[in-house]
Each structure stands twice: as C-alpha cells, then as structure tokens.
C-alpha cells in the first residue's frame, strides 16, 4: 500500500530571532513502515486508497488519493521540482495571484530540509525562525509532502487540504524555495518555503 503525507506551518513575526519561533510541526516516519506517526499543529493529510474520510474538527483531515508510482519512476530530481514550480505558479495564475519566484536563499533551505528529512528518516517541519531571519522575511510558511505522486498530484494534495491551500494561495508570498528528494523507498518528499521580504 502507498502511503503519502502531508504537513503545513506559517510564520508571521517582526524580525524575531531562530530561537523565538518554535518549530511548530513534528513527526516521525521509519521507512518502509506502512505506520506513519505524525503530531502537528497545522493542517494534516494522509492520502490513502480508499474511499475519502474527513475526521473530527480537532484531528487532522484525512483524505485519500490512488498514486501512481509509475509515472514518478524516471524522473530527475531537477525536473520533478520544475514540475511542482510550474504547478503551484499555474494554480496561483488561475486564481489571479502573482507567481511565485525561486531564490537562493529560500532554494537552500528547503534543499537542506528535504536532504536532512531523507537522511535521517524524518518528516517534520523545519524552524521558520532561522529561515525567516536569513532570508529577511516579515513572514514565512512551509509545505511538505511525501508519497510516491507526481508533483501534479503532490500539487492537488495540498490544495484538497485548507492549510496547505492557504500557505500556497497567499498573495503576500512572492518568494520561494522548492525542493524535492526521493527517499531509499521510492517516495518522493517535497517542501515548499514561502517567504515575504520584510
């Protein structure tokens, strides 16, 4: 069974310090486990195979999805995150919201984070407050992903999920990084920083 997740943070501070700003999302996942354990203070979703479940309003939402590994197999890591770039910029056009541009500041750290998450066999959110403070950011959010999916569907994961929609919806987002890694399973994680200059 093909497992996928999903997990969501924003950020909203006036130059505060890595320190100040607790890192909001955390969880776990051992490889190959058909268990995922994950504890989050933002949005949540594990898509499935089956039928669509929508958990009480206090829980995360959980919803399902058939994935394909297949189409993901011969994809290079450079390719799937032009995909998801070009995804997320579409479905932000559509909705009459400026595209979002690559830098290298952000690009850095969402590249590390999803180099450490695949490492070290984690997936949980990374500290908004050293981003922010690197990049100079007023305000910053985070969407992560994980699954063997297209980064089309990657895309259509956070936008059936409300907090991922409104991190990657946000008109105040012009800045990003995007990065996506495969993991020794086959999965694919993805991470998306979003950033607005102070």
Not at 95 to 105: L, Q
């Amino acid at each position: 069974m093909n497992h996928s997740a999903l997990g969501s943070t924003e950020t909203t501070a006036r130059r505060r310090g890595p320190s100040s700003i607790p890192a909001v999302g955390r969880s776990k996942r051992v490889l190959g486990s058909t268990a995922l354990a994950l504890v989050t203070a933002a949005a949540v979703v594990l898509p499935l195979q089956g039928a669509a479940v929508a958990a009480p309003a206090a829980a995360p939402k959980v919803s399902s999805v058939t994935v394909a590994s297949a189409k993901t197999a011969g994809l290079s890591q450079a390719t799937y995150e032009s995909r998801l770039k070009t995804w997320i910029n579409r479905v932000r056009h559509n909705r009459g919201i400026h595209s979002i541009a690559v830098r290298p500041c952000h690009d850095g750290f969402a590249e590390r984070w999803t180099t450490y998450l695949t490492n070290n066999n984690e997936f949980r959110h990374q500290d908004l407050g050293r981003y922010m403070t690197r990049c100079k950011l007023s305000k910053a959010g985070e969407i992560l992903a994980l699954g063997k999916v297209t980064p089309y569907t990657m895309v259509q994961m956070w936008m059936h999920s409300s907090g991922h929609r409104r991190i990657m919806l946000d008109r105040s987002f012009g800045l990003s990084g995007i990065a996506a890694k495969r993991d020794a399973n086959g999965n694919w994680i993805g991470c998306v920083d979003f950033g607005r200059r102070l």
